[in-house]
């Protein structure tokens, strides 16, 4: 399995509040993306990047922003927390190359609950 | 219409039993197809590509219709250990004159399957 982490597992916040997530790799991977799962929608792609400082919005990507100064981590940030954002956040990475036919190597999720 | 789509099941099958998974995408153009598992509150995990000429990886066979923009994985003498959620995923077209779209993955719904004793 690709080593990545991902902080907080678990987090309860209130609305309006930042909140900042956490993901880390060690398999030096290009490509990094950020996803939420919800019920009824599947996992959906927030954001994602395709190298350090080079990031780029997926299709659910209002009321989130991120960052990646180093390969090895790619941080979610909900800029203002609202209850709509509850969810289970996935951390997701690929090895450069091809662009298409490479796995996705997904870290262990992060339940996020914003009261 | 949702760019791929599954029939979220639940399919409750006995042990020992095939079952069929269908889905479909509406993106004529997508590029690579795939199959993932997803145990309860885990992350998913590949459990095969799809190609074009229809592909089988133990008791799992996965099969490719572009011209239906269909995808199917059979699984054959179902285990206890096979009950997961099983995602439909498809790459969609390149998006840029680099002709990449950065392995961005878009995923069905899920199907749960329940293999009970």
């Known amino acids: 399995d690709a080593g990545i982490t991902q902080s907080p597992r678990h987090k309860v916040t209130e609305t309006g509040t930042p909140v900042t997530l956490r993901c880390h790799q060690t398999?030096?991977?290009?490509?990094m993306y950020w996803y939420r799962q919800d019920p009824g929608h599947g996992l959906r792609l927030i954001h994602y990047?395709?190298?350090?400082?080079?990031?780029d919005k997926g299709e659910v990507s209002d009321g989130y922003s991120v960052s990646r100064s180093k390969t090895e981590d790619f941080l979610l940030t909900l800029e203002s927390a609202t209850s709509s954002q509850t969810s289970v956040y996935f951390c997701?990475?690929?090895?450069?190359?091809?662009?298409?036919?490479?796995?996705?190597?997904f870290g262990p999720g992060t339940r996020l609950t914003v009261l | 219409r949702k760019e791929v789509e599954q029939d979220p099941g639940p399919f409750n099958v006995p042990e020992g039993a095939t079952v069929a998974f269908n889905c479909t995408y509406s993106?004529?153009?997508?590029?690579?197809f795939f199959w993932y598992r997803q145990d309860c509150r885990k992350e998913p995990k590949l459990l095969m590509s799809?190609?074009?000429s229809g592909n089988e990886d133990g008791r799992f066979t996965a099969q490719l219709n572009r011209a239906s923009q269909y995808i199917s994985l059979l699984i054959r003498d179902s285990k206890l250990s096979d009950s997961a959620t099983y995602l439909c995923?498809?790459?969609?077209?390149?998006?840029?004159?680099?002709?990449?779209?950065?392995?961005?993955?878009?995923f069905g719904q899920g199907t749960i399957l329940t293999v009970h004793p």
């Open positions: 993106n004529s153009a997508s590029q690579s």
């Open positions: 997701a990475t690929r090895v450069a190359g091809l662009a298409t036919g490479n796995e996705q190597f």
């Open positions: 990047s395709y190298g350090v400082k080079d990031t």
């Open positions: 995923v498809v790459t969609p077209r390149a998006l840029n004159a680099g002709g990449t779209s950065y392995g961005k993955l878009t």
């Open positions: 398999e030096n991977h290009r490509y």
């Open positions: 799809v190609y074009s």
